[in-house]
Every structure is written in structure tokens, then in C-alpha cells.
């Protein structure tokens, strides 16, 4: 099939480079001129394991294309996807001026029946404005075109999002029409064997689906850093309750490890923006807004049990940090738990010496870019040098075996704060460390 992706970030550059590797003809548009140049050169971006060796094949190929021309690049497909940002705006609802922008253009551009698929997250009731937007610019140029919108929300977690894409759980689909359901069903075939795994339902559901799926998630996050942070009260070790809970399979173990907090693109927006949707539809939402407040707090964990350690004042102290990204397998930075502990660190006079093995260009360029206090380093053993104690917050694999003689030997302090909960407390007493970790 040939089909156009209007957005190259990270849900369209995934998603259009995926559907190229399977045969189809694909062009992701932008209005970044500088982006497309660096893509048609092949510079990626983003970083996401194996995407660039994908990008690189389907360019040789000739499947996968780069423009900025959205009329030229939908003048010949069936589908259109919009995958452009949905920020969050001041109040935290999702901002959608960019996906009816893209809508507007749709309109003044197209030549041929279409079906224009919402990729972004979106909330609730924007294929009707999507539509809405489509048919007035087609009123204005008195065209009696078909199209069909259709909501076909993204489940990627970055850092594995090829591997998601490729065998998707499931993938869901809103529309209102048979011949969308079937053009979809289509699309998405080559992605599984069987049809259990393609779940069609109205599009007011698949909008809502998307929301729900991220803030379940995300309250199972913050759920168990509150049985962490009782657990540490009571004098309990929350790694046990957590082996404890995760074995019964009503339960299970994904996203019930205790840490610093959740970040990233999906879950603080998501949260947020399902928060608004209820309570402009006069609802409010206690538990989604619980989920919410635990995990701003959770993000200071660490920076308290430094302060309960050193003191408030941290003037001529140096802390080495191992992580900057929210998570491993990414150099997304947004809402990350460093952000906040090297500031939170900053403002008490500390210095702060970090490394990451990715994300360490977004923290100069963007998120920490007015930090004074913080150093880069090219190693990890390179943060410890002069440091007072060591601070952990990503668990990328090379961090997970280190050499704890190494870290002893170059610390100023055999001390090590752990937001990740990676390391046996135990093991670490005996070697003559102070361990904090979450939960314990």
C-alpha cells in the first residue's frame, strides 16, 4: 500500500519506517526542512535501538521517502496517518493545534478518497474536529471527496518501540465505516498471524484507550512507590513485597518496581490530560490525581534521603550521577528524575559530575542547559573521581554489574544512593558501603 505519515518524531519516524519494512510504500513528511534534509542523509533524530540500520535499509530500498510537501506526498496514497505533537498545554490538556493544522492542510490538498488515521494521542472526540476541519476546507473548494477518520492509538515503550511495532500486544482500532475497519485490517496484517490481536470498536473508544492503558500503567507505578515509602516506615523491604504481590498473576510484575518516579513522553502527559478530560466533563478524578501527586513527590525521594544524610546545606560537595535518561534504551529526557534532583542538588550548593550513555547531548542542549553546577563525563568510573557519594536513577545494563572495588577506591565516600533499587543491600553493607535505596 502507499501511505503518507505527516510527523516525523518519534511515533511517525517508528511508525512509518515499520509499515516501509513490510513492504509498503511510505512517505513521512515534516515541516522541519532541517529534519528531512538530515533524515534524507541518513542522521536519525532520535535514538531507538535499531531504527537507524531500519531507516537506512528502506531508504536503499526505496520504501521509505522524506518531504515537506504534504500535498505532493498524499497525492497518490490510501492512508494517511497524523502523527504529529500533541504538547501539553498550560492546564494540562492536550494541545491540538498542530493535528488540525495537519487536518486543514489534508483538506486544501486532497485529490482521492482517503482514510486519515490518528496516530497521535489525542483526546477524546478529535476525529470529530479532524473531520470537522477536513470537510469545511473541502466545502470551501466545493469538492464532494470521501474520506474517513480513524483513531489507531500507539502502544510503543521507547527503547524497545521497533520490537512493539513489529509484534504488536494488540492493535486497536476506532473507526465508523467497513471500509475503514477492512483498509486497516489490511495495513496491519502482515503484522500478526492471526486477527485476535486487531480489536475494532468506535472511535470514541479508541481514543479513550489509549488514555487508559498509560494511566493503569502509571498508577501501578505510583502504587507500589506508596507501599515503598510505607514500607520503609514500617521497616518492611519493598523489593520482598513486591516478589511477594507480582506472583500472583492477577498482579503480575511489570511496572511494580519501586523507583524515582515516572517520566517521559506518555505517562505524565497522559495522566494530566485524562485528569482534564473528566473534569470538564464534570467528574473528578481522585485516584488519577492521586496517581499524579505520588509520583511528583517520588521524584524527590532521593534528593531527601541525601539531605537526611548530608544535611540541607551541600555547599563544596560533589555527587556523581549515573543516568540522566528516564529510562534505559532512550535519550529522552522529559520529566526525568534527574531533572529535578540535580536542581534540587544545585540549589543547596552541590555539585554534580553525571554521565549517561545516551541522553548526555538533550541534558546540555535542553533540560539542563542552565544548570551551572553540572559536569559531563565520558565513563562512568570518570563520575566518581573526587566524588562524595554515587547516585544511580537509570538502569542501563552497563551499570548493572559495575566494580564496586572501583567505585569504593574513587569515591571520597563509600556511599551509594540508588533510585533504581539495582543492587543487593546486603552485599553492598558487607563490603563496607551505605546503601540507600527505595523502599528500605
Not at 5 to 30: P, R
Not at 62 to 86: C, P, R, Y
Not at 345 to 359: I, N, Q, S, T
Not at 396 to 416: A, C, G, T, V
Request: net charge negative.
Amino acid at each position: 500500500m502507499n501511505i503518507a505519515v505527516i510527523g516525523s518524531g518519534y511515533v511517525g519516524l517508528v511508525s512509518g519506517t515499520c509499515f516501509a519494512e513490510m513492504g509498503n510504500k511510505v512517505t513521512c513528511v515534516d515541516i522541519d526542512q532541517n529534519k528531512i534534509n538530515k533524515l534524507e542523509e541518513g542522521v536519525i533524530p532520535i535514538f531507538e535501538p535499531g531504527l537507524e540500520q531500519m531507516v537506512l535499509k528502506n531508504v536503499r530500498n526505496k520504501n521509505l521517502f522524506f518531504t515537506t510537501d504534504l500535498g505532493a506526498a498524499i497525492s497518490d496514497v490510501e492512508i494517511v496517518f497524523i502523527a504529529v505533537g500533541t504538547p501539553m498545554g498550560d492546564d494540562g490538556s492536550a494541545d491540538l493545534q498542530y493535528v488540525l493544522a495537519v487536518a486543514k492542510s489534508i483538506g486544501e490538498t486532497m485529490n482521492r478518497k482517503l482514510i486519515i488515521v490518528d496516530k497521535s494521542t489525542v483526546p477524546i472526540g478529535t476525529a470529530d474536529k479532524v473531520k470537522a476541519t477536513i470537510q469545511s476546507e473541502l466545502d470551501k473548494r466545493e469538492s464532494d471527496l470521501e474520506f474517513s477518520v480513524v483513531s489507531n492509538p500507539e502502544f510503543l515503550k521507547e527503547g524497545a518501540a521497533i520490537d512493539d511495532f513489529m509484534k504488536p500486544d494488540r492493535v486497536v482500532i476506532g473507526a465508523d465505516s467497513d471500509y475503514a475497519f477492512d483498509k486497516m485490517k489490511q495495513l496491519y496484517s502482515p503484522f500478526f498471524r492471526t486477527h485476535d490481536r486487531f480489536i475494532t470498536m468506535d472511535i470514541r473508544s479508541a481514543e479513550m484507550t489509549k488514555y487508559a492503558a498509560n494511566t493503569m500503567l502509571a498508577t501501578k507505578i505510583s502504587f507500589m512507590n506508596e507501599i515503598a515509602n510505607i514500607c520503609e516506615r514500617v521497616g518492611a523491604d519493598a523489593n520482598m513485597v513486591r516478589i511477594g504481590i507480582g506472583s500472583d498473576k492477577r498482579i503480575g510484575y511489570s511496572f511494580i518496581y519501586p523507583g524515582a518516579g515516572y517520566g517521559g513522553s506518555c505517562f505524565p502527559k497522559d495522566v494530566k490530560a485524562l485528569k482534564k478530560i473528566a473534569e470538564e466533563n464534570g467528574y473528578k478524578a481522585n485516584l488519577i490525581e492521586s496517581v499524579e501527586n505520588v509520583n511528583d513527590a517520588q521524584k524527590l525521594v532521593i534528593a531527601n534521603k541525601i539531605v537526611k544524610r548530608f544535611g540541607e546545606d551541600l555547599s563544596g560537595m560533589t555527587f556523581g550521577l549515573w543516568g540522566l535518561a528516564f529510562k534505559p534504551g532512550t535519550d529522552d529526557m522529559r520529566e526525568a528524575p534527574a531533572i529535578y534532583i540535580v536542581k534540587e542538588l544545585e540549589k543547596r550548593g552541590a555539585k554534580v559530575k553525571a554521565y549517561d550513555p545516551k541522553a548526555i547531548e538533550e541534558s546540555k542542549e535542553f533540560y539542563l542547559k542552565d544548570a551551572k553546577n553540572i559536569t559531563y563525563c565520558t565513563s562512568k568510573y570518570e563520575v566518581l573521581q573526587d566524588a562524595d557519594a554515587l547516585i544511580l536513577l537509570t538502569e542501563w545494563k552497563e551499570f548493572r554489574s559495575p566494580d564496586f572495588e572501583e567505585i569504593k577506591q574513587q569515591l571520597k565516600n563509600p556511599i551509594i544512593f540508588d533510585g533504581r533499587n539495582q543492587y543487593n543491600a546486603f552485599s553492598l553493607e558487607e563490603k563496607g558501603f551505605e546503601y540507600f535505596q527505595i523502599g528500605k
